[in-house]
């Protein structure tokens, strides 16, 4: 299948380059870099052997996202591109409005030039909001918490109608819990620009050195610990999913919400744990206030993918946390250092 692949040198879609030519697709990759390096893709072609086309595009220009559509016909879509930082939404809500929401806009009207009507979304289970019930099933109401959150919530909701309205067309929502790990090689991995955001890749700096002690954002939320706790999924098994989900997108049509994790969730602090197994040692924490956005518990109902898309996560979190000590150790700098 010829796959056109928004924002494929970022994390999770150079992971799912890998995947995508390890199957012998063709691939396509439209990426800014704007949050990603060119010598991603180098990496990725090393560790497979394939070439993807690269075109360098913003996916909010309309015009030239339309040629590069026109010229290379993809079968199908895989849209990653966009910002993803709950913290970063709150302080500048217009732009990841922009990006997010533009930018999806945007990359529906290129595919409608080239007659392209199948399309994987990037999504996340922000759309969630506060639980009602646990674990989130798809059926879950949708109470977004956060700017990021109701980003991703208004683009599903724009890719569901343009499913609904357009005869034979078919949008699969992937929403994820919480992306970590690295491959294997230790070549490909999570390379966040300034402080990292989220936890896991906060850690890895904190043992390599370039961060001084680990904040726990709250210790007093209704948890067995008291702190926060997340479904986590390794990035290859997120990456398999994308390729899982190819399969259910040629075989039916509108719109289907699918939850990628686990179905177990750890918190903070249990993350910490394991983290500081993966690198031998305990690392420094201290404990702050809550941040604004943040909902204490999140665990995903995976049963859906495991049905209709034959998908399950293959990694533990143990795994999760020693590829990414090996990538942390492999590339102290990320992909700067070439």
């Known amino acids: 299948m010829r796959v056109l692949v928004t924002g494929g040198a970022g994390y999770i879609g150079s992971h799912t380059l890998v995947e995508l030519l390890g199957q012998g ?3 396509a990759v439209v990426d800014s870099f704007a949050n990603s390096q060119p010598v991603v893709l180098d990496r990725v072609r090393s560790l497979t052997n394939g070439v993807p086309d690269l075109f360098r595009a913003d996916i909010r220009d ?26 970063e939404g709150q302080a500048d809500p217009v732009a990841y409005y922009d990006v997010n929401v533009t930018g999806t806009l945007s990359l529906l009207r290129a595919m409608a030039a080239a007659d392209c009507a199948r399309i994987i979304f990037s999504s996340s289970a922000t759309v969630y909001g506060e639980p009602r019930y646990l674990p989130y099933d798809e059926g879950h109401p949708l109470n977004p918490a956060s700017v990021y959150g109701m ?31 690295a491959h294997a090689s230790g070549r490909i991995g999570e390379d966040p620009a300034g402080v990292p955001q989220n936890l896991m890749p906060f850690l890895a700096q904190l043992a390599a050195g370039k961060r001084p002690v680990l904040r726990i954002n709250g210790d007093d939320y209704p948890t067995p610990d008291g702190t926060c ?13 994308h390729v899982a ?3 259910r997108l040629v075989a039916t049509s509108g719109a289907e919400a699918y939850n990628i994790g686990t179905g177990r969730g750890y918190s903070v602090r249990e993350m910490l744990a394991a983290f500081s197994r993966a690198v031998g ?15 204490a518990e999140m665990q995903a109902d995976c049963r859906k993918a495991a ?18 000590w090996h990538w942390q150790s492999a590339n102290p700098d990320g992909y700067r250092a070439g």
Do not use: C
């Open 25 to 27: 697709h063709q691939v």
């Open 62 to 87: 309309t015009a030239g996202l339309s040629a590069i559509l026109t010229g290379w016909r993809p079968d199908a879509v895989i849209h990653f591109a966009g910002l993803k930082s709950v913290a």
């Open 151 to 181: 980003t991703k919530r208004v683009a599903e909701q724009i890719l569901t109608d343009w499913a609904v309205a357009r005869p034979g067309a078919a949008a699969l929502l992937l929403r994820y819990f919480n992306p970590v790990g």
């Open 229 to 241: 706790i997340r479904d986590y999924i390794h990035v290859v098994d997120l990456a398999r999913a």
């Open 245 to 247: 989900a190819l399969g």
């Open 281 to 295: 040692r305990d690392l420094p924490y201290q404990v702050g206030p809550r941040r604004p956005g943040d909902i």
């Open 307 to 324: 049905t209709l898309l034959g998908w399950t996560a293959r990694h533990d979190v143990q795994d999760m946390a020693a590829s990414l």
